[in-house]
């Protein structure tokens, strides 16, 4: 039987053996509610701080700055509605690439779509400009899910604080919050909040080989924020229901495997992401390699074939055990060409033409020039 070749990490990863492991209690020995007083719940709920400081060492922040949620959408979701409903009269600004759960909530308030240049960095000039005195929010990806553009995060940052010193001069006492998603970034990029300048970041347990449907939204102390699930109050106060104990453990362990080993893997797929592009500029030298070639998340391969159909090529790579996709795995079921590639200047008829392969752990030598004989094969059809 032909091994799969699995090239779309960035929609879903498979769970580390290691981070099931650290699970497995919690399903059926310490599945106690966190939130009962007897001894064994206490136990369960000094194991869930002990995940939470985990995460915050990451990130150089607080225990109780990690607000724990069910995935990326709800942590974006609560740092966008909570911060919007916070200050009713103000403004947020989301660049024109962000993931569908900053952009959707987005639409539900006054606000400004920032542009990116052909590179799909954010053009911070532009940005800045958007800026105004009602503006309470800025939310940027770290880096994008379908062309892994990083994103000059640190500048839009020092950008922000000189904005905020102005408004404290002009006696202007509104916040000016920067937010960050970094679910596609958490593997290979260095997390801490502080370095970055940021007061809300966005983390995907399903993202970095942990279980899904867990995240975490780190947000800094001085922050107001609205929180959006009512209830118990478990979180602080930010995020009400049962804790998913399992989860979050897993989720803990998932995030220090990721940040342990990040640089050594980036090493290993970066030559790995070299060889891709050097194989199709040989066998198919009419391919246009989308996103920035040096602010780059080094499992990201995203390119237009001029000529052909998106759909067509991903069947027949599916027909060779291949795996890679046409855009964000979250819009899949969207006819509309993306709008990253809209925002990036390719037409409606080169998005369609555009196919994105994501390596991970799994991915080997052998796989990605299996996948380049696959794809020339697949265009020679035509």
Known sequence: MTKNIYLDYAAATPIEPQVLKSMAPYFDQKFYNASAQYSAARQVAADLMVARAKVANWLGARPSEVIFTAGG??????????????????????????????????????????????????????????????????????????????????????EIKGLVKQRQKAGNSRPLYFHVDACQAANYLDLHVKGLGVDMMTINSGKIYGPKQC?????????????????????????????????????????????TGRQTEARRLKKLQDIFFEKLSQRLPTTQINGSLKQRLPNNVHLTIPGQDNETLMMRLDDHGIQCAVGSACSASNDEPSHVLKSIGLSDKAARASLRFTMGRHTTESDIIKTVDALVASCQLD
Request: hydrophobic share 45%.
């Open 73 to 158: 959408t709800e942590a974006n979701n609560l740092a966008l509605h909570g911060i919007m409903q916070a200050f009713p009269d103000s403004n947020l600004i989301v660049s024109a690439i962000e993931h569908e759960s900053v952009l959707e909530p987005a639409k539900h308030y006054s606000h400004q779509i920032a542009p990116v240049k052909v590179d799909g960095q954010v053009d911070i000039v532009k940005l800045v400009k958007l800026i105004n005195d009602q503006t309470v929010l800025v939310s940027i990806m770290y880096a994008n899910n379908e062309i892994g553009t990083i994103e000059p995060i640190k500048q839009i940052a020092n």
């Open 215 to 259: 995240g975490a939204l780190f947000i800094k102390a001085s922050t107001i924020i609205e929180p959006q699930i009512l209830g118990g109050g478990q979180e602080f106060n930010r995020r009400s229901g049962t804790e998913n104990v399992a989860a979050v453990v897993g989720f803990a362990e998932a995030l220090n495997l990721a940040q």
